[in-house]
């Protein structure tokens, strides 16, 4: 390559960087609340990624001569009763917090985006059957059809997640069912029917990608909501167990017998958990706008 054409490159590659880092500031002005949820996400995923180079102590070591120490330079965010350091403890949560949200609402969305694709695009008496099985799993609310779940399961970060995404399953169906009623009567997919392209085919390449808009914002406003399940199935031990640093654990270990005597006890996992929930609602809001044009003001 010659001195001119890597010359070339490096403007080419320059005006990319540029117009991406335009984009990003476009979207800061246009949608600041969206713009801070993705800041609050980010810094989230960064913790739990990184956990072990921004923590110094370990979130399961015990020191009994640390029981209860306030929050000060050597441990930030105080120790809880048994010595372990409340800091490490939030920064390894977000871990589990991660882990249960993305597992969860990738399970509970794939096997949705399964169930109401099948049922819009071929209607008949499975779209039927499809939709009763739907309206038992949506007849109960989110969090109480988790805690049944759980219940039955059995407390384990796997049941955990399995059961979180059960629960996922009906709104996520009926968002793609909606979406592939209106798409299969398209002309794009009689034209693929008339040169004789399969109906699973068209399914899987046609129509289905034509529903991710609405299932990515969907996905991105209920990771809030599952984060937040985890937490309360946590706080009433139904959730993952010890020795996992869970948010809601936390919480529940701290709540009845130590909000007075050691509030940071309570009040900083009570603050992450609100802090990801409010980012993950807030980029999900802006989302939904950038994706939607008729939710633009």
């Known amino acids: 390559m010659s001195s001119i054409d890597f010359r070339a490159e490096l403007t080419k590659a320059g005006a990319n960087v540029e117009g991406r880092w335009s984009a990003i500031r476009f979207l800061a002005r246009r949608y600041p609340l969206g713009a801070f949820g993705a800041v609050i ?63 969860s609402l990738s399970l ?26 739907i309206d038992i799993l949506q007849s109960l609310p989110l969090l109480v059809m988790a805690l049944l779940m759980t219940a039955s399961l059995g407390p384990s970060l796997k049941n ?12 996520s169906a009926r968002v793609v069912r909606s979406a592939t009623l209106s798409l299969r009567e398209q002309p794009f997919v009689e034209a693929a029917k ?8 068209i399914a899987f390449r046609h129509v289905l990608p034509n529903t991710l808009a609405p299932l990515i914002v969907l996905g991105t406003a209920q990771l809030g909501a599952t984060i937040l399940i985890e937490a309360t199935l946590s706080f009433l ?7 996992h640093p869970s948010w809601g654990r936390m919480l529940s ?6 909000v007075r005597t050691a ?13 990801v929930v409010f980012g993950t609602n807030l980029f999900g809001d802006a989302l939904r706008d950038i994706l939607d044009p008729r939710q633009r003001s």
Do not use: K
């Open 41 to 103: 996400m980010a810094l989230c995923v960064f913790a739990a990624l990184f956990a072990p180079y921004i923590t110094v102590y370990d979130p399961l070591s015990t020191n009994a001569a640390a029981s209860l120490a306030r929050p000060s330079a050597q441990h930030w965010l105080g120790c809880d009763f048994m010595g372990r350091d409340v800091y490490s403890r939030i920064v390894y949560g977000a871990r589990i917090s991660l882990a249960v949200g993305i597992g």
């Open 108 to 133: 509970g969305l794939t096997a949705g985006v399964f169930i109401g694709l099948t049922s819009g695009y071929l209607g008949g008496w499975i779209d039927l059957a499809a939709q009763r099985l």
């Open 160 to 171: 955990t997640i399995i059961a979180i995404a059960i629960a996922l399953i009906p709104s």
């Open 194 to 201: 008339a040169i004789g392209m399969s109906e699973v085919r």
């Open 237 to 243: 031990g139904l959730g993952v167990p010890e020795p």
């Open 253 to 258: 270990e701290s709540a009845a017998e130590y």
């Open 263 to 275: 509030p940071w006890l309570v009040i900083f996992p009570g603050l992450a958990i609100s802090l």
